[in-house]
C-alpha cells in the first residue's frame, strides 16, 4: 500500500497526540509490559474492533489496523488464535438471526427493514467458548458500537455487560498474571459486575484509523494513555431519573441543569469513575497555586510535579462554586483547564488556566438575564470533579446583569419547575480558611449589555435580480427531481464523489458559486474512488451506502444502485480521495488538548481544501445527557463549556484553511434518536440556555463558525428548524450569529416523519420564513411549498432574499481560487 504523502503526514500528526485520547480507569502497575511475547486475546474487539459510530459519523478512510493487526504487527505472538475463530461463528450466527428478525419485523410493520434497524443495535451475542491461550498476559477487548438513528438499550451486550462477557472477564483476570480489560466504546458501559474485581481498567475508546496500533503501543509503553473522562461512568441507575428518556412524543428535560457530574456532586453520589478523572503510567502532585483577577478575567496558576517513575502529561481542571441566593445552582461547574506538556520523573512545570467571568453567568429567567450574583465564588482545583481543593475566593461585590434578554424558548406553562436537589452538598464547610486569598471584582469590571431585537438584515444586490422561482430554489440545497431513491442512496449529483449535498445551482446564474458540503464528524466522508465522464461528470465507484445498511436495503433498492453504477472508461480514468479518519468526538474530548482538537481540525481543512469541500457538517457538540443516546460518541462531553471549548479548538483548525468552514450542529436539545424527527424536548428557559445552547454560544463568541444545522427535534412544541424564537431571536441576537443556518437533511424515505406521532412534519417554508436558510437536501415537492408560501402571502419575499444573501456572502468567502 503506497500512501501519498499528505496522507502520511495527517496520521503521524494524529498518532503524536492519539494516546493522549485513552483513559485509563485503573492500574496496579502490571502495564506497561516490559515486551513483546505471547499475549492471548479475547473479547469481540479484537478482530471486530469499533473505528468509529455509524450514520454521518463513518468515514470511508483507506485502511483500518484492527486489534489483531495492531498487536501482531508490534511483535507479540497472539495465542488465541481458536478462540477468536469460534467467537467468530458465534457472531455471525446471531447476525443472521438479528437481520431476519428485522425483515420481519419489517414486513409485519409494512416498512422498510432498513429503516427498522435505524432503531435498533445488534446486542453481543451469548457464547460459551473455552479460554485457552498461552502466556501470563492476557487482554479482552470489549466493544460497543452506536450509531444515528438508534438509542443504545439497557440490556447485556450494551449498556450492561453480558453474562459471557461477565463470567469470562473474570476469569482471565484470575487466571493469567497480567490482564487488562481494554474497553473499544464510544461512551460507557456498566461495568459494575467487574470493576471491583480487575485491577487494569483501559478506555480505546474509537480513535479512526489506527486504533488497533495506538493499543499495542499503549501496552508496550511507547507511549501512554493521559487523557480524563468527559462524562461520569456510573452504576447506571446511579444516574439521574428525574427526566425522561426515549419518549415517542415529548421527552421532559426535569432535572434541568443537574446532568452529569452536576447531579452527582451536588447530590454526594459516588460513581465508579468521576467527571476529569483518568490516570496515566506516572503520578503527580499540584502545588503552590496562586490566584489573580485582571478586570473580569481569572487566573489561576500552580505547580504540577511529575513524582513518578515514568513521563507523563496531567491535566489541571479548574471549578467554580457559585452563589445560590437567587438562583440554585451546582456544587460545582468546569470553567478551565490545562494540559501539561510531557513531564520528566521529577519534573515540575508551572500552568495557568484562566476564564472571564462573563462566561460563568447563570440564567434567572425572573429577570429574563443572565446573571452574576453578588457574593462569594469559591475557585476549587484538582484533577477531576472528585478531587478538588478550594485555593481562592472570587468576591463580587453587587448582581451584575451581565445580559438583558428576553425569554423566548422556555416552556409556555408557568406551573413547570426544574427538579432541584431535596439535600445538596455543601459548597463549602464552616469558615474560610484566612490563608485562602480573595480576589476583589467590581460589577463594572464585567462588560454588560442589552440585547437589540431589532436588527437589521443586509439583502445583497445580486440577488434581487432573481425572480420569485429561482429565488425559491436557493432556499434548498441541489436535488435531481428526476432521480428518486438516487437522491438517497447517492446519485452522481454532486461536484465532488461523496459529497453529501450543494447549494442550489440557480446560485451560478450571477456568478455565485456553489457550497459543496461532506459529513461527518470524524473526517470527511467522500467516496474512495470516483471517475469522470467524458462530460466531465463525478461518478462514485464502490459502494455509496454503508456496509452495516447495504444487507438490509431491499432488491428493488439493490438493483437501483446496480443499475445507477457506471464504468469508467479506462483504469487510467480512475481517482481517488482517502480521508483521515480521525478519533470520535468523546475521545477528542477525552485528551483534554485543544491544540490536539486543533490539529485534528486542521487536517480535516487540509483534506477540504485538497478535495474541493467548502463546508465541513461537523462539529457537533450536543450534550450527553443520558449515556443512552445512540449518538454521543459524535459529541463532547456532558458539560457545555468543554464541548463549546473543543467546538472552538476544531473550528479554528479547519477554518485557518482559505475556503473552509465548519457546520456546528444539531442546534438543539438532539439528545436521542427515538423518534429524533418527531420528538418534543420540553426544558426550561434556564436549562435550554445554561446546558444546551451554551457551547454553541461559546463556539460562535470566539471561533465564528461558518454555519450552524438545526436538529431534527421539537423544543417546547416546534421544530427547531422552524422555531422563530429560538432562530430569529435567541441565535441571531442573543447569541449574535450572523452565519448560515441549515436544516439537517428531511428525506421523507429516510423516515423523518412517524405518522402516528402527534407532532406534524414541519413544511419547507416554515423553515425558510423564521430565518433558516437553507433546507436540506431539497425536493420538487420542497421547491413547490416554499413558492406556492411565497405566492399566497404566507412567506416574504423579502425574508427569502435575506436568507439568500447570507448563503451569497458565505459563498463569496468560501469559494477562493486555488
Given at each position: 500500500m503506497v500512501?501519498?504523502?499528505?496522507?502520511k503526514e495527517h496520521l503521524e500528526r494524529i498518532r503524536e497526540g492519539i494516546a493522549g485520547c485513552t483513559v485509563l480507569l485503573k492500574s496496579n502497575g502490571d502495564f506497561p509490559l516490559e515486551g513483546t511475547g505471547d499475549i492471548a486475546l479475547f473479547g469481540s474487539g479484537v478482530r471486530r474492533t469499533v473505528k468509529g459510530g455509524t450514520g454521518s459519523g463513518e468515514v470511508n478512510s483507506r485502511f483500518f489496523v484492527n486489534v489483531y493487526d495492531g498487536i501482531k504487527n508490534a511483535g507479540f505472538h497472539i495465542t488465541t488464535d481458536s478462540w477468536l475463530d469460534e467467537y467468530e461463528k458465534e457472531y455471525k450466527k446471531a447476525r443472521e438471526k438479528f437481520i431476519a428478525d428485522i425483515k420481519e419485523r419489517a414486513r409485519k410493520k409494512h416498512t422498510l427493514a432498513v429503516m427498522e434497524a435505524l432503531s435498533v443495535m445488534m446486542p453481543e451475542p451469548e457464547y460459551n467458548i473455552p479460554l485457552e491461550g498461552e502466556g501470563d498476559v492476557a487482554v479482552y477487548?470489549?466493544?460497543?458500537?452506536?450509531?444515528?438513528?438508534?438509542?443504545?438499550?439497557?440490556?447485556?451486550?450494551?449498556?450492561?455487560?453480558?453474562?459471557?462477557?461477565?463470567?469470562?472477564?473474570?476469569?482471565?483476570?484470575?487466571?493469567?498474571?497480567?490482564?487488562?480489560?481494554?474497553?473499544?466504546?464510544?461512551?460507557?458501559?456498566?461495568?459494575?459486575?467487574?470493576?471491583?474485581?480487575?485491577?487494569?481498567?483501559l478506555i480505546l475508546s474509537q480513535l479512526g484509523a489506527e486504533t488497533g496500533d495506538v493499543l499495542a503501543d499503549i501496552l508496550l509503553g511507547k507511549s501512554y494513555p493521559s487523557g480524563k473522562l468527559t462524562t461520569t461512568w456510573a452504576a447506571f441507575y446511579d444516574y439521574p431519573r428525574v427526566g425522561d428518556f426515549a419518549q415517542r412524543d415529548d421527552t421532559h428535560y426535569r432535572e434541568g441543569v443537574y446532568v452529569g457530574y452536576r447531579y452527582f456532586d451536588s447530590t454526594d453520589t459516588k460513581p465508579?469513575?468521576?467527571?476529569?478523572?483518568?490516570?496515566?503510567?506516572?503520578?503527580?502532585?499540584?502545588?503552590?497555586?496562586?490566584?489573580?483577577?485582571?478586570?473580569?478575567?481569572?487566573?489561576?496558576?500552580?505547580?504540577?510535579?511529575?513524582?513518578?517513575?515514568?513521563?507523563?502529561?496531567?491535566?489541571?481542571?479548574?471549578?467554580?462554586?457559585?452563589?445560590d441566593k437567587l438562583v440554585d445552582t451546582p456544587y460545582q461547574e468546569l470553567v478551565a483547564f490545562v494540559k501539561t506538556p510531557e513531564l520528566a520523573p521529577g519534573e515540575t512545570q508551572r500552568v495557568s488556566c484562566s476564564f472571564n467571568m462573563s462566561d460563568i453567568t447563570v440564567y434567572d429567567a425572573s429577570q429574563a438575564a443572565y446573571i452574576l450574583e453578588e457574593?462569594?465564588?469559591?475557585?476549587?482545583?484538582?484533577?477531576?470533579?472528585?478531587?478538588?481543593?478550594?485555593?481562592?475566593?472570587?468576591?463580587?461585590a453587587e448582581t451584575a446583569i451581565v445580559k438583558k434578554v428576553r425569554n423566548y424558548a422556555g416552556i409556555d406553562n408557568p406551573d413547570y419547575r426544574d427538579w432541584q436537589p431535596e439535600t445538596r452538598r455543601s459548597k463549602h464547610r464552616g469558615k474560610i480558611s484566612s490563608k485562602l486569598p480573595i480576589l476583589e471584582i467590581q460589577s463594572g469590571d464585567i462588560p454588560q449589555t442589552v440585547v437589540d431585537y431589532d436588527k437589521k438584515y443586509e439583502i445583497d444586490e445580486r440577488i434581487k435580480k432573481y425572480g420569485d422561482d429561482e429565488l425559491s430554489y436557493m432556499m434548498l440545497g441541489t436535488f435531481d427531481p428526476n432521480a428518486g431513491i438516487g437522491n438517497l442512496i447517492g446519485a452522481d449529483l454532486y461536484s465532488v464523489a461523496g459529497a453529501v449535498g450543494e447549494t442550489a445551482e440557480v446560485f451560478n446564474i450571477l456568478g455565485i458559486k456553489r457550497l459543496i458540503m461532506a459529513d461527518g464528524p470524524a473526517g470527511l466522508r467522500l467516496a474512495r474512488d470516483y471517475f469522470r465522464d467524458e462530460k466531465g461528470g463525478v461518478h462514485a465507484m464502490g459502494d455509496t451506502?454503508?456496509?452495516?445498511?447495504?444487507e438490509l436495503l431491499p432488491p428493488p433498492a439493490r438493483g437501483v444502485m446496480k443499475i445507477m453504477e457506471k464504468k469508467p472508461r479506462s483504469k487510467a480514468d480512475i481517482h481517488h480521495q482517502y480521508c483521515t479518519a480521525i478519533p470520535i468526538a468523546t475521545a477528542i474530548a477525552q485528551s483534554f488538548d485543544v491544540e490536539f482538537a486543533r490539529t485534528c481540525g486542521d487536517i480535516v481543512?487540509?483534506?477540504?481544501?485538497?478535495?474541493?469541500?467548502?463546508?465541513?457538517?461537523?462539529?457537533?457538540?450536543?450534550?450527553?445527557?443520558?449515556?443512552?443516546?445512540?449518538?454521543?460518541?459524535?459529541?463532547?462531553?456532558?458539560?457545555?463549556?468543554?464541548?463549546?471549548?473543543?467546538?472552538?479548538?476544531?473550528?479554528?483548525?479547519?477554518?485557518?484553511?482559505?475556503?473552509?468552514?465548519?457546520?456546528?450542529?444539531?442546534?438543539?436539545?438532539?439528545?436521542?434518536?427515538?423518534?429524533?424527527?418527531?420528538?418534543?424536548s420540553v426544558v426550561s428557559e434556564r436549562a435550554l440556555r445554561e446546558i444546551y445552547i451554551r457551547g454553541f454560544e461559546y463556539c460562535i463568541k470566539y471561533a465564528d463558525p461558518a454555519s450552524l444545522m438545526t436538529s431534527y427535534n421539537l423544543v417546547n412544541g416546534a421544530h427547531t428548524a422552524s422555531k422563530s424564537d429560538l432562530l430569529r431571536y435567541v441565535l441571531r441576537c442573543d447569541l449574535g450569529y450572523d452565519g448560515v443556518v441549515m436544516t439537517d437533511w428531511w428525506v421523507e424515505v429516510l423516515g423523518n416523519t412517524d405518522k402516528d406521532s402527534i407532532h406534524e412534519r414541519m413544511e419547507a417554508f416554515e423553515v425558510t420564513a423564521v430565518g433558516g436558510d437553507l433546507f436540506m437536501p431539497g425536493s420538487r415537492k420542497d421547491h413547490r411549498n416554499i413558492l406556492d408560501a411565497m405566492r399566497d402571502g404566507r412567506l416574504s419575499r423579502q425574508q427569502m432574499e435575506i436568507n439568500a444573501s447570507r448563503v451569497a456572502r458565505l459563498a463569496d468567502r468560501l469559494t477562493v481560487e486555488k
Amino acid at each position: 500500500m503506497v500512501m501519498h504523502p499528505y496522507e502520511k503526514e495527517h496520521l503521524e500528526r494524529i498518532r503524536e497526540g492519539i494516546a493522549g485520547c485513552t483513559v485509563l480507569l485503573k492500574s496496579n502497575g502490571d502495564f506497561p509490559l516490559e515486551g513483546t511475547g505471547d499475549i492471548a486475546l479475547f473479547g469481540s474487539g479484537v478482530r471486530r474492533t469499533v473505528k468509529g459510530g455509524t450514520g454521518s459519523g463513518e468515514v470511508n478512510s483507506r485502511f483500518f489496523v484492527n486489534v489483531y493487526d495492531g498487536i501482531k504487527n508490534a511483535g507479540f505472538h497472539i495465542t488465541t488464535d481458536s478462540w477468536l475463530d469460534e467467537y467468530e461463528k458465534e457472531y455471525k450466527k446471531a447476525r443472521e438471526k438479528f437481520i431476519a428478525d428485522i425483515k420481519e419485523r419489517a414486513r409485519k410493520k409494512h416498512t422498510l427493514a432498513v429503516m427498522e434497524a435505524l432503531s435498533v443495535m445488534m446486542p453481543e451475542p451469548e457464547y460459551n467458548i473455552p479460554l485457552e491461550g498461552e502466556g501470563d498476559v492476557a487482554v479482552y477487548v470489549l466493544a460497543r458500537i452506536s450509531g444515528e438513528g438508534s438509542d443504545r438499550e439497557l440490556v447485556g451486550g450494551d449498556i450492561l455487560l453480558s453474562g459471557p462477557e461477565i463470567r469470562d472477564i473474570i476469569t482471565l483476570h484470575k487466571k493469567y498474571k497480567k490482564f487488562m480489560l481494554v474497553i473499544n466504546a464510544g461512551g460507557p458501559v456498566d461495568l459494575s459486575p467487574v470493576v471491583d474485581a480487575v485491577d487494569n481498567i483501559l478506555i480505546l475508546s474509537q480513535l479512526g484509523a489506527e486504533t488497533g496500533d495506538v493499543l499495542a503501543d499503549i501496552l508496550l509503553g511507547k507511549s501512554y494513555p493521559s487523557g480524563k473522562l468527559t462524562t461520569t461512568w456510573a452504576a447506571f441507575y446511579d444516574y439521574p431519573r428525574v427526566g425522561d428518556f426515549a419518549q415517542r412524543d415529548d421527552t421532559h428535560y426535569r432535572e434541568g441543569v443537574y446532568v452529569g457530574y452536576r447531579y452527582f456532586d451536588s447530590t454526594d453520589t459516588k460513581p465508579h469513575f468521576p467527571f476529569g478523572y483518568g490516570l496515566t503510567y506516572t503520578t503527580f502532585k499540584l502545588s503552590g497555586p496562586e490566584a489573580e483577577a485582571k478586570g473580569e478575567k481569572v487566573t489561576v496558576s500552580v505547580d504540577v510535579k511529575n513524582t513518578g517513575k515514568r513521563p507523563g502529561r496531567e491535566v489541571v481542571q479548574l471549578y467554580v462554586s457559585k452563589p445560590d441566593k437567587l438562583v440554585d445552582t451546582p456544587y460545582q461547574e468546569l470553567v478551565a483547564f490545562v494540559k501539561t506538556p510531557e513531564l520528566a520523573p521529577g519534573e515540575t512545570q508551572r500552568v495557568s488556566c484562566s476564564f472571564n467571568m462573563s462566561d460563568i453567568t447563570v440564567y434567572d429567567a425572573s429577570q429574563a438575564a443572565y446573571i452574576l450574583e453578588e457574593g462569594d465564588y469559591f475557585l476549587r482545583l484538582g484533577t477531576s470533579s472528585a478531587d478538588t481543593d478550594m485555593c481562592a475566593v472570587v468576591r463580587l461585590a453587587e448582581t451584575a446583569i451581565v445580559k438583558k434578554v428576553r425569554n423566548y424558548a422556555g416552556i409556555d406553562n408557568p406551573d413547570y419547575r426544574d427538579w432541584q436537589p431535596e439535600t445538596r452538598r455543601s459548597k463549602h464547610r464552616g469558615k474560610i480558611s484566612s490563608k485562602l486569598p480573595i480576589l476583589e471584582i467590581q460589577s463594572g469590571d464585567i462588560p454588560q449589555t442589552v440585547v437589540d431585537y431589532d436588527k437589521k438584515y443586509e439583502i445583497d444586490e445580486r440577488i434581487k435580480k432573481y425572480g420569485d422561482d429561482e429565488l425559491s430554489y436557493m432556499m434548498l440545497g441541489t436535488f435531481d427531481p428526476n432521480a428518486g431513491i438516487g437522491n438517497l442512496i447517492g446519485a452522481d449529483l454532486y461536484s465532488v464523489a461523496g459529497a453529501v449535498g450543494e447549494t442550489a445551482e440557480v446560485f451560478n446564474i450571477l456568478g455565485i458559486k456553489r457550497l459543496i458540503m461532506a459529513d461527518g464528524p470524524a473526517g470527511l466522508r467522500l467516496a474512495r474512488d470516483y471517475f469522470r465522464d467524458e462530460k466531465g461528470g463525478v461518478h462514485a465507484m464502490g459502494d455509496t451506502v454503508p456496509e452495516t445498511m447495504q444487507e438490509l436495503l431491499p432488491p428493488p433498492a439493490r438493483g437501483v444502485m446496480k443499475i445507477m453504477e457506471k464504468k469508467p472508461r479506462s483504469k487510467a480514468d480512475i481517482h481517488h480521495q482517502y480521508c483521515t479518519a480521525i478519533p470520535i468526538a468523546t475521545a477528542i474530548a477525552q485528551s483534554f488538548d485543544v491544540e490536539f482538537a486543533r490539529t485534528c481540525g486542521d487536517i480535516v481543512g487540509n483534506e477540504m481544501e485538497r478535495f474541493g469541500i467548502q463546508l465541513w457538517l461537523a462539529p457537533a457538540l450536543n450534550i450527553h445527557r443520558d449515556i443512552r443516546c445512540g449518538r454521543n460518541f459524535e459529541y463532547f462531553s456532558e458539560d457545555p463549556f468543554l464541548s463549546g471549548a473543543f467546538a472552538r479548538a476544531i473550528t479554528e483548525g479547519v477554518q485557518a484553511h482559505p475556503g473552509c468552514g465548519v457546520t456546528i450542529k444539531h442546534f438543539a436539545c438532539n439528545n436521542q434518536e427515538t423518534n429524533r424527527s418527531n420528538n418534543n424536548s420540553v426544558v426550561s428557559e434556564r436549562a435550554l440556555r445554561e446546558i444546551y445552547i451554551r457551547g454553541f454560544e461559546y463556539c460562535i463568541k470566539y471561533a465564528d463558525p461558518a454555519s450552524l444545522m438545526t436538529s431534527y427535534n421539537l423544543v417546547n412544541g416546534a421544530h427547531t428548524a422552524s422555531k422563530s424564537d429560538l432562530l430569529r431571536y435567541v441565535l441571531r441576537c442573543d447569541l449574535g450569529y450572523d452565519g448560515v443556518v441549515m436544516t439537517d437533511w428531511w428525506v421523507e424515505v429516510l423516515g423523518n416523519t412517524d405518522k402516528d406521532s402527534i407532532h406534524e412534519r414541519m413544511e419547507a417554508f416554515e423553515v425558510t420564513a423564521v430565518g433558516g436558510d437553507l433546507f436540506m437536501p431539497g425536493s420538487r415537492k420542497d421547491h413547490r411549498n416554499i413558492l406556492d408560501a411565497m405566492r399566497d402571502g404566507r412567506l416574504s419575499r423579502q425574508q427569502m432574499e435575506i436568507n439568500a444573501s447570507r448563503v451569497a456572502r458565505l459563498a463569496d468567502r468560501l469559494t477562493v481560487e486555488k
